[in-house]
Each structure stands twice: as C-alpha cells, then as structure tokens.
C-alpha cells in the first residue's frame, strides 16, 4: 500500500531501542581492550571469550558514562540496581547468556524533547536506560550482502563481544501519524548529538557505535488498542531508519487491509531495496529466563557522585543550537549542515577567536572541508580555529583577497606556519605599492584599447576585462577594488 493511503487509514505507533557504544578503554566486564578494528579476535581475554571459570568484573567509567547518558535523558537514577543473565544461544554470545539489566535498569522513566525541521517538538518518553555488553560479530560467507540465507558458512569475530553498551528504550511513541519516519530520524540524531556532547562515545554510526531497533505497529484509530509490532534490528543510519519506518507501515497495513495478521518478529533492514524481511519470531521477555547475575553485586551508586555528575554536564546540544542560532544570525539549513558536518565545535571556536559567524562556516564548510576530502582526513586535523580566525583577519585587513587567502590556508595545511608566516614567506600580499599597481593598470590600457573605448562608451562593466592582466601582472596580489579606482580615474580623468 502507498504510504500516504497507508497513514490515512491506520494510526502508526513507535517504539525505539537505541544501543550506544560507550567510550571506554577496556571492555564492560573485563580488561580486553575497547577499540574498533583489529584482527579477528585479538582484543580478547578469557571473560571475552566465556572460557570457564573467567569471572567478570564491572567497569567504573562505564557506570559513570551511563549515568551521564540517564541525567541528560532527564531519567530517575536508581538507587541500586544490578546485573541479569539474558539467556539464548547465538554463536557471537560465547557464554549463551548476554549480561545485561533487566527488572532493575541504572536509569529510568525520562524524557527527550525531539526538534523536528519545521521546529515542531516531539517529547519522546524514555522508559528506561540499562548497561549490558555487545555481542561478537557475525560474518557470513557465500551468500548475498552478507546475510545468513544462503551462506556456506559463518565467522566469528569476538573483539566486539563484551564491549559496553547502554541501551535506551522509549515508551510507546504515539500521535505522530504520517511524520513518524522523519520522528524516528529525529530522535536517534538528538541522542547521537547527546552522545557526542556527553563524550561517552564516537557515536559514529557507520562504525556501529549507535544502532537503532525500530519497532513499527498499526492500529485503526488512536483509541484502539496498540497493534501487534515487528522490530527492525540495527539500522545504522538517518535515511535507513525513515525508510524502514515507511516500508513497515506500507507492509503491514497491506496486510490488515487484506484481513491477515502481523507477525511479532524481528526483521532485517535491506540498504539496497530500502525494504525489509523476516527474521526470527520476537521473543518476549519471558523467554529469555531472565535471572540475577550471580557473579555480580548489585551496584548502588551514592547520590554524592550522582549530584557531582550531574553539576559536571555539558550544555545539552539543543540548548547550545538554540543558542548559537540566536548569537550568530543564520538558518536551521545551515546549523543542520555544520552539525551534520560534525564542525559545529571548530566553527565555535574560531568565532571565539575573533571571525564572523559567516566567514567562520565559509572556511570550515568550504576549503578547509575541500582540501579535507583531497586528502581523506577530517577537516579538524587540518588546522586550528585559531588559524582560520588569523586568516580572515588578515583578508579583513585587507592584506589578502580570497584567492590569496586560500593559498595561505594550504600553505598553513602543509605545516609552513601561521597565516602570517606563510603569507610573508611566500610573498602572497596584496600589492600596497600605488606604484607598482599603476604601472601594471597602465601596461593593461596601452595593451587593450579595445576595452577602454568600451569604458568610455559607458560599459563600465568592461573593466572585468582589464583584471586579468593586471592580477597577472601582480602575481594575483593586486587590491581589486583599488585597480578599479585607478582604471576609471585614468580613463575618465
């Protein structure tokens, strides 16, 4: 069914289960070390690998990071909580139990405002925040996009296993009808600033350090009881989570309209097809013999630490855009690009540094970005705020035009020294001799008398023709606006 007739009959209702990877330098129960990549299976110890008789123990910053995560979620943080036992068999679980929370979560009953494009806000509630440990990866081999149908075999890679996590669970999401994908987008964007903000994790989502469950269901009206959901696992980006959400509710209310069933299941996310498939029956609760840790105690953590965690939070990333928006005069387009960007920090500082607004994006967002993508690095590790805020200064004092200012900034790339330095250097001034200037406005008349007829004649816009020669003449360090000066004072005068 198209997705605008399948909204109009049916009342879509949310749920997300966000996992966030967090930061840390060992791993949730034991000390293998907390990295991405490697080869397969080195960052491992006996607890990774659920070798008999490794006993685990609990990682510090990680309780810290997931109390930070439950404070800017505006979650209740328990007084005491501990550890189950997740029982199931996966081959990339080598205990056949995931450690995990369940009845008694560090973080509970919160709230997130989501800004949507238009500024709508959607206040999302959080039901509860848990720590517990990622699983290994899974990788299939002879079948097609790496999926387990028609594989000849499989490979386990346990480096990712035991790596902590905390996941975030919302209530059910309702009332947003036909914007529940661009809501769900929404929402895992808003903790992935969260996150960053908080520095508990990278928060790249195409390394898998956020994930998202998103758990689509229909019903006929918004006073009908809730539908029955299907839950689809880890989509990595914005896009895929509102094409997942929109091929769901297209699917099932295809399937209600036809009198058939929705299946509670888990399905799979196809990059290719922005479709989804079937994956496993949904197992609930019940089935996974939920029972406490024995090898962990609980954990109560003083409301002393809680208090100074809290005092510690940065400001949340909605309160600093709304801010910076305010202070620095341009569009939610704009903001959205330079956060998007990942920039957001470096445009800040080097406005603090003494540039405008505009001219701070214009250098992040442009060349800096530009040269950023030749070289297949981050534009951050290209120069500092305080460089580019040199840089513009510079170009508003009138010593270099655009042009030259960008061959300074590559100059600066290139580890020559400051804008200052470069520029002196590599003799990229523009032209302050009237001499020097006048002669090389004089050669550009004697050599186009065509153009100056032209000027006489009133086409003043024929001195763009004139430029050229003189920047040639100039090693392209002449003041425009002053060569222009001379060019009409010349001929008119």
């Known amino acids: 069914m198209k997705y605008q007739d399948a909204v109009a009959k049916f009342d879509p209702v949310l749920g997300i289960e966000v996992h966030v990877e ?9 000390a293998a070390p907390n990295t991405f990549g490697g080869g397969p299976n080195e960052n491992t110890t006996p607890a990774s690998l659920g070798l008999p008789g490794a006993l685990p123990s609990v990682n510090g910053k990680a309780v810290e990071y997931a109390i930070r995560i439950g404070l800017a979620l505006g979650c209740e943080i328990a007084e005491s909580c501990r550890f189950a036992r997740k029982n199931y068999f996966y081959p990339d679980v080598p205990k056949n139990f995931q450690t995990s929370q369940y009845d008694e ?7 997130l405002d989501v800004e949507l494009e238009d500024g ?8 509860r925040a848990h720590m517990e440990e990622d699983a290994g990866k899974n990788t299939h081999v002879g079948g097609s996009a790496g999926r387990i149908h028609g594989a000849d075999h499989s490979l386990v890679d346990y480096n990712r296993a035991g790596v902590p996590l905390v996941e975030i669970v919302t209530r ?12 769900a987008a929404a929402y895992v964007r808003t903790l992935r600033d969260i996150f960053r903000a908080l520095g508990v994790s990278e928060a790249r989502m195409e390394q898998g350090n956020v994930r998202a469950d998103i758990n689509v269901s229909l019903r006929e009206s918004p006073e009908a009881p809730l539908g029955t959901r299907t839950e689809t696992k880890n989509v990595n980006s914005f896009r895929s989570i509102d094409r997942a959400v929109r091929f769901e509710i297209s699917r099932q209310a295809d399937l209600l309209s036809a009198g058939e069933a929705v299946v509670q299941e888990t399905r799979h996310f196809h990059e290719d097809t922005g479709g989804t498939s079937s994956g496993r029956p949904k197992s609930d609760a019940d089935d996974y013999r939920y029972f406490p840790e024995p090898d962990l105690v609980p954990l109560a953590p003083p409301r002393e630490w809680v208090e100074e965690i809290r005092a510690a939070l940065p400001e949340l990333p909605a309160a600093r855009r709304r801010r910076l928006l305010e202070e620095w005069g341009i569009s939610e387009l704009e903001m959205r690009d330079i956060i998007n960007a990942g920039l957001l920090d470096q445009v800040e500082a080097t406005v603090a540094a003494g540039a405008k607004p505009d001219t701070a994006r214009k250098w992040w967002m442009g060349e800096i970005a530009r040269l950023a993508k030749q070289r297949e690095v981050s534009p951050e590790t290209l120069t500092t705020p305080e460089a580019v805020a040199e840089l513009q200064q510079l170009v508003d004092a009138g010593k270099l035009n655009d042009k030259l200012a960008r061959k300074v900034l590559a100059g600066v790339v290139e580890g020559k020294g400051s804008p200052a330095e470069v520029m002196a250097a590599e003799g990229l001034e523009i032209v302050q001799d009237d001499g020097a200037l006048e002669a090389a406005v004089e050669a550009a008349l004697a050599d186009n008398p ?37 060019i009409l004072a010349k001929i008119n005068g």
């Open 22 to 30: 967090l930061g840390t330098a060992t791993k949730m129960f034991d």
């Open 105 to 111: 979560p560090i973080a509970f009953d919160g709230q």
């Open 120 to 127: 709508t806000i959607v206040p999302v509630r959080i039901e």
């Open 172 to 183: 059910p999401i309702e009332g947003v009808g036909e914007r529940a994908p661009e809501v």
């Open 450 to 486: 065509d153009v100056v007829e032209k000027i006489r004649g009133g086409k003043v816009q024929a001195v763009g023709a004139l430029m050229g020669p003189i920047m040639k003449a100039t090693r392209g360090q002449a003041d425009a606006g002053k060569a222009r000066e001379l």
